[in-house]
């Protein structure tokens, strides 16, 4: 049995991984590279291993990075089926097409075919063909906690992750006479008590261990005070007659927030009648499958839709599915609240709002998740004073703010009480981190008695050894 890493292997994104079971080959995600010009232009390059050997790929859950070079995979020739939970499959589709649909439309005239407006076969990772044809090799949507049978000896269980509508970490089990080996994939894992959705819930046991460390060497600040912080710029914007723009993830970020906005609108805490903008198409859809799954969502937002109130919705709410809609925005008058996309600055429809407010000190900018090297949104949260907005330097005067307490992504403290939770197992591979947050996870996890941690290097193979069905081990000390 065979287990190679052929994305957030030493970084954060482009989560792949490959497991080998005697030919049968399950890819763990498929996730795009994103970052700057030559960290995406990874997505273009060789898998590290044939596409149409692929047996499976198995879904944690709907994110670019884990998803989004899955349409990819099958235009060179994977024909599989793809197994993922209901809301993954959902918002697999949503994310799929808005990235197929951003490929097409900025493509370069010199990557478009002679005498058409349609992109060349070299010139963009997939298109919206391509989505389409994925989409149908997804087979039944797998349950939480109720094992799937891949092929004969091979099934994969689903485990609640926490960290969006949907996500899982799965366990791959490999039975043979005599011998059962449990190989747990974490996928991203949600912070302790998150916003939305129930807290993660792991398998007691598991022979080798994959885990994300996006955050293995921090801790967030607390969850109220991060509310009452973005409580607080919301206020103080008003009061000084600017905008607040917040580079919004369309999948959980913009429902969180969605979510604070309608319960302080109800308790009289937000400030005047300023209009409100989701200014996302795909992060309006997104709000709409949250709608369809409220069973998978905490107990408070539950009891709203029993009440047949919809938590994410408030009169000063308007949702911009058009540019010319987004347009509006400017002329909307000096205040008011814009969530866009993307999240990292790296396109969409934050950088036509930026551009308009950068140079506003009345104004602020606030970042509420994970900014990846290389993006626009890292450079201006490290202090760069100039910027190239759409084409032109703007100084960057607008008021900063980082609020870290929102993140979708389990903290140090969260990683290693997931970790406490299940038997030691016998090899842990860390992934999907920096350098310094796999450092710094690797000494705390070692600490706690999880001895074998090793970081794999991008296309890096090893071998798992099979284990006895009566496997016994011991839980790691928190």
């Not at 407006?117 to 039944?140: E, G, K, N, Q, W």
């Amino acid at each position: 049995m065979q287990l190679s890493f052929h994305g957030a292997a030493s970084c954060v994104t482009g989560s792949c991984h490959l497991l080998d079971v005697d030919g049968f080959r399950i890819l763990i995600d498929c996730g795009m590279f994103q970052g700057g010009d030559e960290m995406f232009r990874s997505n273009l390059k060789p898998f590290g291993f044939a596409p149409d050997s692929i047996s499976a790929v198995v879904l944690t859950h709907a994110h670019l990075d884990h998803c989004g070079r899955l349409p990819y995979l099958v235009r060179q020739g994977f024909s599989g089926p793809v197994y993922a939970t209901s809301p993954t499959r959902y918002l697999s589709e949503i994310v799929l097409w808005d990235a197929a649909h951003l490929q097409e439309e900025h493509l370069p005239e010199k990557g478009r075919q002679k005498g058409t407006h349609r992109p060349s076969s070299r010139s963009t990772a997939y298109r919206i063909a391509d989505v389409i044809d994925t989409m149908a090799l997804f087979v039944r949507a797998a349950e939480y906690d109720v094992p799937v049978n891949l092929a004969p000896g091979i099934d994969a269980t689903f485990y609640n992750a926490g960290h969006i509508l949907g996500s899982a970490s799965v366990q791959i089990t490999v039975s043979r006479p005599g011998r059962k080996t449990r190989i747990l994939f974490s996928g991203d894992l949600g912070p302790g008590q998150p916003a939305l959705l129930a807290p993660a819930s792991p398998p007691e046991d598991s022979d080798y261990v994959v885990m994300e460390t996006t955050y293995g060497d921090r801790l967030h600040r607390s969850f109220e005070e991060s509310k009452e912080e973005l409580l607080e710029v919301l206020s103080d914007t008003y009061s000084r007659g600017g905008k607040v723009l917040i580079p919004t993830f369309a999948v959980e970020r913009a429902q969180d927030l969605l979510f604070f906005f309608r319960e302080w609108k109800s308790e009289g805490r937000l400030p005047g009648r300023q209009p409100y903008f989701l200014d996302s198409p795909m992060a309006i859809n997104v709000t709409h499958i949250y709608e369809r799954f409220p069973m998978l969502l905490a107990d408070r937002l539950l009891e709203q839709f029993k009440k047949r109130k919809d938590p994410f919705l408030f009169p000063e709410l308007k949702f911009m599915r058009t540019v010319d809609e987004s347009r509006t925005i400017a002329g909307a008058g000096p205040r008011a609240v814009v969530l866009a996309g993307s999240g990292m600055v790296s396109g969409g429809r934050i950088l036509y709002h930026l551009a308009q407010e950068a140079e506003n000190p009345r104004s602020s900018l606030v970042f509420v998740g994970y900014q990846a090297e290389g993006t626009l949104g890292r450079a201006i949260l490290e202090g760069r004073k100039t910027v190239r907005i759409q084409g032109v330097e703007k100084d960057v005067r607008i008021g900063l703010h980082s609020i870290n307490g929102f993140s979708a992504h389990a903290d140090q403290a969260d990683l290693l009480k997931w970790c406490g939770s299940m038997k030691v197992p016998e090899r842990v591979f860390l992934i999907h981190g920096e350098h310094r947050s796999l450092s710094s996870f690797r000494e705390k996890l070692e600490n706690t008695g999880w001895k074998n941690v090793h970081v794999p290097a991008l296309h890096e193979t090893v071998e798992l050894t099979e284990k006895m069905s009566s496997r016994t081990g011991r839980v790691a000390k928190r």
